[in-house]
């Protein structure tokens, strides 16, 4: 990912001293419920999965007062859109999905909040139907300023604190479908890569407690929940704000009843220490599935994008994790097109990545940010190059999951079908992350199944079953 949890952020952009708030009448706290009764809400997220799980956070909330989501249609009370600001393009689907949001729905408060709205509140504000700016230590309050839902005539107000004061870890926990949850166990990054404005948007590294995260683990069990992802910005880091250990976190979640499996979605290479690779290989719920951001090929890019690890530090995780887990899936990111990548240090990437034994690449086209360190770098990549470069990658990417998927057929695995279903063929994952095809059968879903993995499916986008 794009940084750890999908972001790019500008720094500039919100200046230190930043605190806008409504008159203070506006933001008491929630003294007559009776105004939430009857209401529906729509819900718009953007961005990645730790945005999808907050604004599912945010649905709680605004559902224990009784507002339900809209139906299918129905025109709602109140919007909330959760933004995101990985890149222009980013920025600007969000813009647009504003606006269309607002006129589906012209007479509803429309709240939005995540990583755009803590970097540009003002701008966002001045969006026609906005209401209410939520900074990312505000989202969690939104009832505190709904302010009986009346609509703003002159821009929406804006309710947000500087970087610096963003301290609040509030927990989330999604689920996409019945089967996976995303379980946020971290958010916030002290690491300021010279691309990335994370810590502008998100705040330092903070965490949630073993002891509650365990507990939300336990819950997504009791709600018939089968797997779960964790999820975070910096997820290695966790422990910071407690006192405690990543590692730590893994033992206590694997004694969750109920849980098939977790996945670590992505963490930073030179966090994924040998212990944590050892105690996935041992564990009974933990996948043989990893996510490692590589981002750059070339030591001389790591060391312009400050990342904290070299190539040979990372081919030394890759070799470790194949050592004890040869059949583990690993997916690496790479950002093409940084400041600084000329064609030969494009190149040593390409053959970098071309001699790691992984699994799939996520590729991202760099994105310049206002207000980053990575602009001080005079070296720029034009767009016809960044995208012949990607698309170099993208075939490598194709190459090796191939080969991966190919290496496991004949093996045995157990796949976890999902409930959505198409053309009467229902999908599933197995632990480490082959997507296999069946045809539909109602009470395979949701239940770990033991099969043999067959061939390819008709568009080979899959494996079939021979069991
Ligand atoms: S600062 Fe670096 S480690 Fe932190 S989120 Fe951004 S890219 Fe990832």
Request: hydrophobic residues 35%; proline residues 3%; contains cysteine.
């Amino acid at each position: 990912m794009y940084g750890q949890g999908g972001f790019a952020f500008c720094k500039k952009a919100l200046p230190l001293d930043f605190n806008l708030f409504l008159p203070a009448s506006n933001i008491d706290t929630v003294t007559d419920p009776s105004i939430f009764e009857n209401k529906a809400a729509v819900y718009y997220t953007l961005g990645c999965k730790l945005n999808f799980a907050e604004t599912s956070a945010i649905g709680k909330v605004l559902a224990e007062y009784g507002i339900r989501k809209a139906r299918t249609g129905e025109k709602a009370d109140i919007c909330v859109v959760n933004t995101c600001s990985v890149t222009e393009l980013a920025d600007k689907k969000c813009r647009q999905a504003i606006r269309r949001i607002g006129k589906q729905h012209p007479d509803a408060f429309m709240v939005v909040t995540g990583c755009y709205a803590q970097l540009k509140p003002e701008e966002l504000s001045h969006i026609e139907g906005v209401d209410l700016v939520l900074g990312t230590e505000q989202k969690q309050d939104i009832l505190q300023y709904i302010d009986n839902f009346a609509k703003r005539e002159t821009g929406g107000a804006v309710i947000a604190s500087a970087a610096k004061d963003i301290r609040t870890f509030s927990p989330s926990c999604s689920a996409n479908d019945r089967t996976r949850h995303f379980l946020k166990v971290q958010d916030g990054c002290d690491y300021y890569c010279s691309y990335c404005t994370i810590p502008f948007a998100r705040g330092r590294s903070r965490n949630g407690t073993i002891v509650s995260l365990t507990e939300q683990a336990r819950e997504a069990a009791r709600k018939g929940g089968k797997e779960i992802v964790l999820t975070g910005v910096n997820i290695g880091d966790f422990g910071k704000s407690t006192g405690e250990s990543f590692i730590d976190l893994l033992r206590s979640l694997d004694e969750t009843e109920g849980i098939s499996r977790f996945r670590i979605s992505s963490i930073e290479p030179n966090l994924i220490t040998d212990e944590i690779i050892d105690f996935v290989a041992h564990s009974q719920r933990f996948a043989p599935h990893f996510h490692i951001p590589l981002q750059s090929g070339s030591d001389t890019v790591l060391s312009l994008m400050r990342r904290r690890y070299d190539t040979a530090l990372f081919c030394r995780k890759i070799e470790k994790i194949k050592s004890v887990m040869p059949h583990a899936f690993i997916g690496v990111d790479v950002i093409v097109g940084t400041r600084g990548e000329t064609d030969e240090l494009f190149e040593e990437t390409y053959r970098f990545i071309e001699s790691l034994p992984v699994s799939r690449l996520h590729v991202f086209s760099y994105s310049e940010r206002p207000g980053t360190q990575a602009l001080e770098i005079a070296h720029t990549v034009d767009t016809k190059t960044k995208h012949a470069r990607s698309q170099e990658l993208l075939d490598i990417s194709e190459r090796k999951l191939q080969t991966f998927y190919e290496s496991r057929i004949g093996q045995e695995a157990v796949v976890l079908f999902e409930h959505t279903h198409k053309d009467n063929l229902m999908y599933g994952f197995t632990e480490n992350y082959i997507r296999t095809e069946a045809p539909y059968n109602a009470s395979w879903v949701n239940k770990p199944r033991q099969v043999r993995l067959g061939g390819w499916n008709k568009d080979k986008t899959a494996l079939v079953l021979t069991l």
